[in-house]
């Protein structure tokens, strides 16, 4: 049933489950939309993007899968519905501060602490298909908006927007997919330093121990803003 569905789609042109007409019946069972994205982002929450399968959420909802395929097409589907869901769980409070740079920082720094909240996301949003769920799309709404207000326009809006939220997106990516032990920071740091001639700065700067993630954010888009203050000055 997932596979046809599948292929409908795909001869249509139109993947996002946001740009799908949603299904309405007076006869539409009792599990609802809401349900299934909060089961799903309990289910990924404990065991990754691999461990979601359809039979899997439809046992934590206690339904037979084919429920499911009343208001979603697919694993994709859901993925999308609870990527969405993490940044509406907590919405940036954006228009209290009477300077651009502080409105960016609080978007941003919002999105990030959702991704980590919820390691498994910070991935998704690099996949085939946009953000464009309405919670995300509220934070956008309001970098960009913020973004205009400074000054920013046509491809250098575009350009800022998306430094800034390529910065974000990695940076959090990076803390939730690094994985590594005391032992093997200790044995790679010795071996920088046993090659020394060859990775000097490497050697000299502790590489392997570097992992102040918060302030290298915070630092990074410091670093960012200060370079887009620039290109609005006279």
């Known amino acids: 049933m997932g596979d046809e569905r599948k292929r409908q789609k795909g001869a249509g042109g139109v993947q996002s489950v946001w740009l799908r007409p949603r299904r309405t019946s007076r006869g539409e069972p009792p599990l609802t939309l809401v349900r299934i994205v909060e089961a799903a982002v309990a289910l990924l929450d404990e065991e990754g993007i691999e461990g979601l399968t359809m039979r899997r959420l439809a046992d934590r909802l206690a339904v037979v899968a084919p429920s499911l395929y009343w208001h979603v097409d697919t694993k994709d589907d859901v993925i999308e519905l609870a990527v969405d869901a993490i940044f509406g769980e907590v919405p940036p409070k954006t228009g209290r501060s009477s ?136």
Request: net charge negative.
């Open 99 to 234: 300077h651009w740079r502080d409105e960016v920082t609080e978007v941003l720094t919002v999105w990030r602490a959702a991704l980590l909240r919820h390691p498994w996301a910070a991935a998704v949003p690099a996949r085939q298909r946009p953000t464009i769920g309405p919670n995300f799309l509220t934070g956008m709404e309001a970098l960009q908006a913020t973004l205009v207000r400074a000054g920013f326009t046509g491809k250098g809006l575009s350009a800022a927007t998306w430094a800034l939220y390529n910065h974000v997106m990695g940076s959090a990516a990076s803390e939730s997919a690094l994985r590594i032990t005391d032992a093997e920071r200790r044995v790679g740091q010795e071996q920088l330093r046993a090659d020394h001639d060859r990775y000097p700065t490497l050697a000299a700067q502790g590489y392997l121990y570097d992992d102040d993630w918060d302030g290298s954010f915070t630092t990074g888009l410091d670093y960012l803003l200060e370079g887009l203050a620039a290109q609005l000055a006279p």
